[in-house]
């Protein structure tokens, strides 16, 4: 009865001593799966409030030295943009859940003593991408907007379209969230030994 008990936990302990490749590609394709149901179980949040979330995303053009308007340019524009602040809202909103799918397919490989770090490393993880967003809202975007609103001539109107704008705002926003996981990232790769 013992040793049922010590071999039954000792395989509990690596589940995956006896993976082969296929089902290492199994593992993965279901962690994006469930990876990609948050972003779009969020996602759809996201576009039942995307007028809201475009409003939010156009507050920092209201203090510019040079306002400027903008416009939608073609038909489909408005749902694209729409799609597009889903689809971001998406991405930003299920964070928590691709970090822990991500952890989980790696913890696997780890030593007893390291997979104790999920829930933290999730939490991190979330918290310096959303800190790094809001940075680049609340610091980057306005300081970017009146220098770029500025370049233009005196005489010339700006009027930009709504889904360039979005784009832009989108990025700058994902870019600097990034940028605010190289901690993460470099903390990680000492505890592993890169």
């Not at 943009?81 to 889903?86: C, E, F, L, P």
């Not at 390291?114 to 991190?124: M, R, S």
């Amino acid at each position: 009865m013992t040793d049922e008990t010590h071999t039954q936990s000792g395989t509990e302990e690596t589940p995956d001593e006896g993976m082969t490749f296929l089902d290492h590609l199994e593992e993965l394709r279901w962690r994006l799966i469930k990876s990609i149901i948050g972003i779009v179980a969020v996602g759809i949040v996201g576009y039942i409030f995307s007028d809201q979330l475009i409003e939010f995303l156009i507050y920092p053009t209201r203090d510019l030295r040079s306002p400027f308007d903008l416009q939608i340019l073609k038909v489909p524009d408005m749902l694209m943009v729409k799609i597009k602040i889903g689809l971001f809202s998406g991405l930003i909103g299920a964070l928590p859940v691709i970090a822990y799918q991500m952890w989980k397919f790696i913890a696997p490989g780890l030593l007893p003593h390291e997979k104790q770090y999920v829930p933290t490393t999730v939490i991190v993880i979330t918290l310096c991408f959303l800190i790094g967003g809001a940075f680049g809202y609340l610091a980057i975007l306005p300081v970017a907007l009146d220098f770029l609103t500025g370049l233009g001539l005196t005489d010339i109107q700006n009027n930009f379209a709504l889904d360039a704008y979005v784009s832009f705002v989108t990025r700058i926003i994902f870019v600097t969230g990034l940028i605010f996981e190289l901690p993460v990232l470099s903390f990680f790769l000492t505890k592993i030994g890169i």
